[in-house]
């Protein structure tokens, strides 16, 4: 237990981590938190995924056969919830803790035990806000999006919802803050801004949207809890108060929260494009400022969610433009991976497969996304399974994907093992074949005017519905083959070098497979 | 451990069922897929050109876009589809050493930006139309409720409440026995449509007694949100005669995707005679 608490620099070397459970409690270390989000993750990608599981079977057919629709709405709200808070965001923490004080070459986070806490908050808030579901009235069951008057009509569950939320908002900020203090203040010598790996440059974009957005989204449901409980009239018409406001504090919030979602998977790809292309990323300066664009543009956005609400035409026209705008900086993105594969020479191991496997399903996310923009075009596709498609492209073959990549490019670097590449590849096709037909047909659901969030639908529906529930149950399943790799990874196995891959760059690849628990304790000299 | 052994208790048994059901339901059905599928043939894929002025422009807009984005799509991934099999790791060839081009860099932020403004010409144009109210003739004021639509024909004294068609409402309670297939337009029907006037500019004003709905006729291109302590307003003109259906799109509680909408258009002269009869009868 003593080895853990230690003052003096000549007793790192000697030093490995604690024993038992006490190790991961009380844990300051990086890559233990690192490990613990992405386990996090890991866990509430089953946790939502079953409630998918659930949305998909009643959609299965028509006529309601499992659930009822208030639960139906429960489970909707509750995956979005999870999946989004619970699950991406924290895998992304998780490579971030890993990672980021590698490539950077520092010794560890710069607020060590603040790190600790930002973990150790979300298995609680994560746990409150799953125990709504038991409580009387059930979970929440407005959807994600919490839009009062309807999310004022909530159970029990109601208050936890919001405090939960506040919980996991309080847990990013404190990681962003980490994040923005590690990267600006722990930098080796000669790592300069413009060296930085660019899935560092994403993270430092996205931990500054985080500090902007998350406490608006505080705020926000800090109003309904007031306006809920303590009287007050923010959003309540009979009081003098206003429900589009809280639609305005949401998207303020929810539009840069979809960049904080998709700027490390951004990082990420563009650590295994290259590595696997055996030639540098193409770009780099312009991938910096796309980012940083992309950033800043997210908060000038958000209305775009909203066009349906009545706004005026000018409100309408600028909104519609700024949105258009961010398809620029996202294009340059998608140009420049490409052009980092031209005339390269390319090998397809399982994480560059996850990676062009983004590249062409976040393409076509991306492309959906142009259609929504166009404010008479959102007028048909606002509310229906158009958009639910659109914006699972971008967050499962785009986000997941990219998580997924990442996590096998860098398990032979956390475990010290290679994994098994025969089933890493079959986990990518099995993905890749189930994911499109879960949500390729959504699309034509959506144009033939289907709305989304509907237990039950007219008949004419059905066909596609029928097929993206199969697709839905074979693309869970074949995430437990994902599972099983990690295991197998984990406890053995071909022996991975310090480089794992041919010659990648970045300063994770110099040092030895498992990285030891301490890394960089003398900086490294960076050229 | 506790929170999953408690969730376990109540909704366990719910999942369980669900996914143990589903899941022989998907075998049969994959089984049996086409003939199924067959036998209720839609695979529709497209949006409805539908009946208005605007649900037109709307759609010839959706195809401009969904052409101009084919074709980028398709060039895109016709490019990586090559960088992907032509520079396959080959022995004896390296990999280039350049990393950047200022050139291509500028080429390609530069005429995604062209692309941009092109497409919102044409959508400014359509939008303004949309927004365009002036000149109707008959104003309907919408209301949602939760969980039906009520009509004012304004100015005309009359007014009345639309709901969910009784049988579709039997047979979609939970196993409720019934094959949604039996009922005639399942979902999809209520007691008492909104009857209007075919070849009419007709004003809607749109508001709700408690949650937020959304009035939505694909056929109309029209989509507009009611929202409590907010008075929303637009347009449409139908010229031909017909039933026409729509469903509730904003969440507003349990009974959200029960709230169907249904429009039937009939001829001027019929309407007038209908009103009255409404009116005084
Ligand atoms: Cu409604």
């Known amino acids: 237990m003593s080895v853990a ?20 409690i009380r844990t300051t270390n990086h890559k233990d938190i690192g490990t613990l989000y992405l386990l996090f993750a890991l866990v509430m990608l089953f946790v939502g995924g079953l409630m998918a599981l659930v949305i998909r079977a009643e959609l299965f057919q028509p006529g309601i056969q499992f659930v009822n629709p208030d639960f139906f709405n429960q489970m909707t709200t509750m995956h979005a919830l999870i999946m989004v808070f619970g699950m991406i965001m924290p895998a992304f923490a998780g490579f971030a803790n890993w990672m980021i004080p590698m490539m950077i070459g520092a010794p560890d986070m710069a607020l060590p035990r603040m790190n600790n806490w930002s973990f150790w908050l979300l298995p609680f808030a994560g746990a409150m806000l799953l125990a709504t579901l038991l409580m009387p009235g059930g979970g929440p069951a407005s959807g994600w999006t919490l839009y009062p008057p309807l999310s004022l009509q909530a159970g029990d569950g109601f208050p936890f919802t919001i405090f939960s939320i506040h919980l996991l908002g309080i847990s990013s900020i404190m990681a962003s803050i980490n994040i923005i203090v590690t990267i600006l203040n722990m930098r080796a010598p000669g790592m300069t801004l413009m060296k930085m790996p660019m899935f560092v440059w994403t993270w430092l974009v996205t931990a500054y949207l985080l500090i902007g957005a998350m406490p608006v989204l505080a705020g926000g449901v800090t109003m309904l809890l007031t306006d809920q409980f303590f009287g007050t009239s923010f959003f309540q018409a009979a009081g003098g108060g ?57 908060y000038i956005v958000w209305a775009h969610h909203m066009f349906t609400v009545g ?22 993105k998608v140009f420049n991976w490409i052009s980092t594969m031209w005339r390269g020479s390319l090998t397809f191991e399982t994480p560059m497969l996850f990676a062009i496997g983004f590249l062409f399903m976040f393409s076509i996310g991306g492309f959906t996304g142009l259609m929504m923009a166009i404010v008479p075009l959102d007028f048909q596709y606002h509310d229906t399974y158009f958009i639910v498609a659109h914006f699972h492209y971008v967050l499962v073959p785009g986000a997941l994907f990219a998580a997924l990549g990442g996590a096998y490019y860098w398990l032979p670097k956390w475990t010290g093992h290679m994994y098994d590449e025969t089933l890493g590849k079959w986990h990518f096709w099995l993905s890749t074949i189930f994911v499109n037909l879960l949500f390729f047909p959504q699309h034509f659901l959506g144009l033939a005017g289907m709305p989304r969030r509907i237990p039950d639908y007219a008949t004419q529906f059905t066909d596609w519905n029928l097929v993206s529930s199969i697709g839905a149950f074979g693309f869970g399943f074949a995430q437990l083959l994902f599972v099983w790799i990690v295991v197998q990874c984990a406890r053995g196995g071909q022996k991975a070098t310090s480089q794992v891959w041919d010659h990648p760059e970045g300063l994770e690849w110099t040092v030895p497979s498992p990285a030891p628990y301490h890394t960089f304790e003398e900086a490294p000299l960076v050229k | 451990m506790r929170i999953a052994m408690l969730l376990g208790s109540r909704l366990g048994v719910e999942l369980m069922l669900s996914l143990g059901k589903s899941a022989l339901r998907a075998l049969a059905a994959a089984a049996g897929l086409f003939a199924y599928a067959h036998a209720h043939a839609d695979w529709a894929t497209n949006l409805p050109r539908g009946v208005t002025e605007i649900s037109s422009r709307i759609y010839d807009l959706h195809m401009l876009v969904l052409g101009i984005v084919t074709v980028i799509g398709v060039l895109v991934f016709a490019v990586l589809t090559y960088a992907l099999i032509a520079f396959r790791k ?40 949309i927004e365009d109210t002036s000149g109707s003739e008959l104003t309907v004021k919408i209301t949602g409720y939760q969980w039906k639509w009520q009509y004012e024909y304004v100015g005309k004294n009359y007014s009345f409440y639309s709901t969910l068609g009784r049988e579709s409402n039997v047979a979609r309670q939970k196993n409720s026995g019934r094959d949604p297939y039996a009922v005639d337009n399942y979902l999809l029907e209520v007691d008492r449509p909104l009857v209007l006037p075919a070849g009419v500019k007709i004003r809607y004003l749109i508001t709700s007694n408690d949650v937020n709905h959304a009035w939505w006729v694909p056929d109309f291109g029209v989509k507009r949100d009611a929202i409590p302590g907010y008075m929303n307003e637009g347009w449409f003109q139908v010229d031909r005669p ?24 009939i001829p001027e002269s019929e309407f007038d005679a209908w009103l009255r009869q409404q009116v005084t009868g």
Not at chain 1, 5 to 24: F, I, N, Y
Not at chain 1, 324 to 330: D, G, N, S, W, Y
Request: charged share 15%; aromatic share 14%.
């Open chain 1, 5 to 24: 608490t230690h003052d003096h620099s000549d007793e790192h070397d000697a030093h490995g981590p604690e024993k038992g459970l006490m190790r991961w």
């Open chain 1, 242 to 298: 206003d429900p589009v406001l809280f639609q305005h504090i949401f998207w303020f919030f929810g539009h840069p929260e979809v960049y904080i979602i998709i700027l490390p998977a951004f990082g990420i790809v563009s650590q295994i494009i290259p590595t696997f292309s055996r030639k540098r990323l193409f770009g780099y300066d312009s991938m910096v400022y796309a980012t940083a664009s992309i950033g800043f543009l997210s």
């Open chain 2, 90 to 129: 080959k022995p004896g060839v390296a990999s280039a050493t350049w990393d950047h081009s200022n050139l291509a860099e500028f080429i390609w932020t530069v005429i995604p930006f062209f692309v941009m403004v092109g497409l919102a010409i044409p959508a400014a144009q359509a939008l303004i139309l």
């Open chain 1, 311 to 332: 706004m005026p035409l000018a409100g309408e026209l600028f909104f519609m433009m700024t949105t258009m705008l961010i398809a620029v900086p996202t294009a340059v």
């Open chain 2, 242 to 265: 017909g039933t026409y259906r729509g469903q509730c799109a904003e969440l507003c509680g349990k009974d959200h995707g029960f709230m169907p909408i249904v429009v039937e258009v």
